[in-house]
């Protein structure tokens, strides 16, 4: 009996060393419709924390649960995840942060507009105060390219229908 503790105490041991050495991609990559630097619509808190650790800063005005991901304290550079009924709802990158590009490599934070428009297609726009949003949905799930002026500044993903404005 003791003998089957230990392969159950080496695996959680195994997990909370990979949760612990997890982190915010440097050069997260977009995949359309399915994730954001790993991250994926329909994650648990537990699941976010495996994929990118446990240093984050809780949002105290949001109405939903969400979590920002900065790579130096103090800094607006990084991502944010949203939880919805424990789930994960919608992800964002913040303040462009260099590096992130899409899977194929059509585009990178920081390329003009056209290009965006060359590479993705018809896009729905909807405008966010001092930035724009344009938007694909597919299958339940959006797609958004964060323009501000006329520069892709973000990406991220959320549920179909949900608000792609985000602070």
Known sequence: MRLGAVPTV????????????AALPRRGVLV????????????????VRTAWGSSFGVCRS??????YFNYDAFQPQGAAVR?????????????????WRTRDGSLRLGV???????AVGALVTIPCGSYRALILT?????TVYYLFGNKLWGFGLSRRGASPCHG
Do not use: H, Y
Request: charged share 15%; hydrophobic share 40%; net charge positive.
């Open 83 to 99: 939880f919805r009924r424990g789930r994960v709802d919608a992800v964002w990158t913040l303040w462009s942060p260099p590096g």
């Open 62 to 67: 949001c109405r939903e649960r969400t979590w």
């Open 32 to 47: 359309p419709g399915k994730s954001l630097g790993g991250v994926r619509l329909g994650m648990t808190p537990a699941q």
């Open 138 to 142: 597919r299958s339940g799930v959006t």
């Open 112 to 118: 003009l507009e056209p290009q965006v428009q060359a």
């Open 10 to 21: 080496i695996v959680v041991a195994g997990v909370l060393a990979a949760s612990a050495s």
